[in-house]
């Protein structure tokens, strides 16, 4: 459902406004969530039926050389969720997402992947774990020299056998899904930024993993083509329910895709604001400082803390400041 821009300021504005109400009320639940508490907390949303986490970090530090990066962080990614990791420029987020695809290994802890353990698989085994993983990297890097078919057909090309005729379907149902099956043929140079980081999520999504990774998927973006983008994440998770990852810097898009939901009817596929309690439970948040978990819980639980330094990170964002 498209909006304009005022509409979706507004709706910023009424999380600022929403926030301070549950800060008066003195809500402070579900700060710095133990990830069992977090596991309990997701068992409970899905029924009784807890699912396999999708992504565990068990104690895990990594550092580049004196520099460490992150210091026996725990947390559970639930299975056909979607997380959203939060945290300044240099907390570790692009590390977090690499150490997941086994491309940096950590000094100490236990990653697993679908229940694998990848912080010490051979590269061999490490390739069948990364064929179930989509990865949107934060330098949105599509091959200039390919057209928009060859790029999202890319992995399905060079990794499968996979006939060229179903591949080209499938190129074509996911551009499809991300509104630019026109673009098909062309080049792209011929794209806009925006159209190329949705070219770029197509092709993450093309071969259908069960993981998601977006690193930074809106930034330097503007507003409207961001929400574009937001758009797909949330009909990634509501409509194919793929479990992702989504990293960002940017605060509304964080809470865009955790407060929309994407319903199809019998005139298409529409995303817009979900109403009541739910709202708040399209996706958990981790956010990363200082080496660590320094919040893991809901968007209402996030609006709600106390903390000095998510008070500043959230709503420094925006006027009034
Ligand atoms: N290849 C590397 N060699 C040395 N240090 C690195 C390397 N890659 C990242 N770092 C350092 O690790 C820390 C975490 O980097 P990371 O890329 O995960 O940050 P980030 O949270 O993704 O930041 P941003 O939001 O700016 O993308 C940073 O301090 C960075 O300087
Ligand atoms: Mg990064």
Redesign the pocket.
């Known amino acids: 459902m498209p909006e304009d821009g005022a509409m979706r300021f507004a709706d910023h504005m009424y999380f600022r406004h929403d926030a301070r109400a549950i800060r008066g009320a003195g809500d402070t639940t579900g700060e710095r969530l133990s990830p069992t508490r977090r596991s309990t907390v997701m068992r409970q949303r899905s029924g009784n039926q807890e699912p396999e986490p999708a992504v565990v970090f068990d104690k895990v530090s990594f550092a ?1 050389d004196a ?1 460490v ?1 992150l210091r026996d962080v725990s947390f559970a990614i639930p299975a056909g969720g979607m997380t959203i990791l939060l ?10 997402l ?1 150490l997941i695809l086994g491309l940096f290994r950590p000094d100490s802890g236990q990653i697993l992947v679908n229940g694998r353990r990848v912080d010490n698989m051979r590269e061999r085994d490490l390739l069948s774990i990364r064929a179930d993983i989509g990865m949107l990297f ?1 330098e949105t890097a599509l091959f200039d020299s390919l057209t928009v078919a060859e790029n999202v057909g890319y992995r399905l090309y060079e990794e499968t056998d996979t006939p060229e005729r179903d591949v080209r379907r499938r190129v074509q149902e996911v551009l499809g899904f991300i509104g630019l099956a026109e673009y098909i043929d062309t080049m792209p140079a011929e794209l806009s930024g925006g159209q190329r980081r949705r070219v770029a999520i197509a092709r993450a999504m093309a071969a259908k993993p069960g993981l998601l990774l977006f ?2 998927p809106t930034t330097g973006l503007d507003p409207i083509t961001a929400t574009t983008v937001d758009d797909e994440i949330v009909k990634l998770r509501d409509l194919e329910h793929v479990t992702s990852i989504v ?1 960002t ?1 940017q605060i509304r898009d964080a809470f865009y895709v955790a407060t929309h939901r994407a319903v199809r009817t019998s005139d298409g596929v529409h995303v817009g604001a979900a109403e009541g309690t739910t709202a708040w439970r399209a996706a958990e948040f981790i956010v ?1 400082h200082d080496a660590g978990i320094l919040f893991e819980g809901s968007a209402s639980e996030l609006l709600a803390s106390r903390d000095a330094y998510l008070k500043e990170f959230l709503f420094m964002t925006l006027p009034p400041w």
């Open positions: 580049f520099h990066v945290g300044a420029s240099g907390s570790g987020k692009s590390i977090v690499k934060q690193d930074d990293v810097h990363l």
